[in-house]
């Protein structure tokens, strides 16, 4: 094992750290009807998301001078909008009007942020989006997938088998751009710093969404 392998397996490993017992956007414990209603307010969020995560990967393509890596973006910007479309699908199907949701100031602020970070370093941008925040996307599908399988299945089966493995592959990219890049202390730095700046602005949206869709909203 390559001392790049090792860091990048030793900040997976933090990153894991981080999120024990911070996700908040769905309460396990929750009686079965305010369960469902959070599971339906996260498919709010995640039309928002989806569509967000496009604008903001191709906003990113032009300022990827690695080919290894702007070569794997145009297949994830698809994937999102495909994501984006199969939420918004689902939803009308079950009578909610996605298109009326308006994203927390949080969100907003958050992909506004990513967006903006299009001018920072690969080995960074890829850092905080593919591998901490897609790796932990990874994680709350599976959860989220867990508690809907009983309450809503049809909905669990499409996070399980049409989003989920593109997720896994999404997370790959970021591995694989930190085995490239991550190859120096200084590198390696950024990336960490990366990784803890992109966890703690997706932990306070989290806490936003879940006051919201405890309330209803």
Not at 6 to 25: C, I
Request: glycine content about 4%; charged content about 30%.
């Amino acid at each position: 094992m390559t001392g790049t392998e090792r860091f990048v397996g030793e900040l997976a490993r933090q990153n894991k750290a981080f999120w024990v017992g911070r996700d908040a956007r769905l309460d396990p414990q929750a009686p079965p009807e305010t369960l469902l209603s959070q599971i339906r307010y996260r498919m709010r969020q995640g039309v928002y998301n989806e569509l967000r995560s496009v604008e903001l990967i191709a906003a990113w393509i032009p300022w990827v001078p690695e080919r290894e890596i702007r070569d794997l973006l145009p297949r994830q910007l698809e994937d999102e909008q495909r994501h984006y479309q199969l939420l918004r699908r689902r939803l009308k199907e079950l009578g909610e009007d996605s298109d009326a949701y308006e994203a927390l100031p949080e969100w907003q602020a958050l992909f506004d942020w990513l967006v903006a970070c299009r001018h920072r370093p690969t080995v960074e941008k890829l850092a905080m989006f593919q591998f901490a925040g897609e790796t932990q996307s990874c994680e709350g599908f599976e959860t989220l997938i867990r508690l809907a399988r009983d309450l809503d299945p049809e909905t669990a089966e499409l996070y399980r088998t049409q989003i989920l493995p593109d997720e896994y592959r999404h997370a790959a990219i970021g591995r694989q751009a930190l085995l490239l890049l991550a190859d120096t202390p200084e590198r390696q730095a950024q990336a960490r710093e990366a990784c803890r700046e992109m966890n703690l602005k997706v932990f306070g949206a989290y806490q936003a969404h879940r006051s919201r869709a405890d309330r209803g909203v």
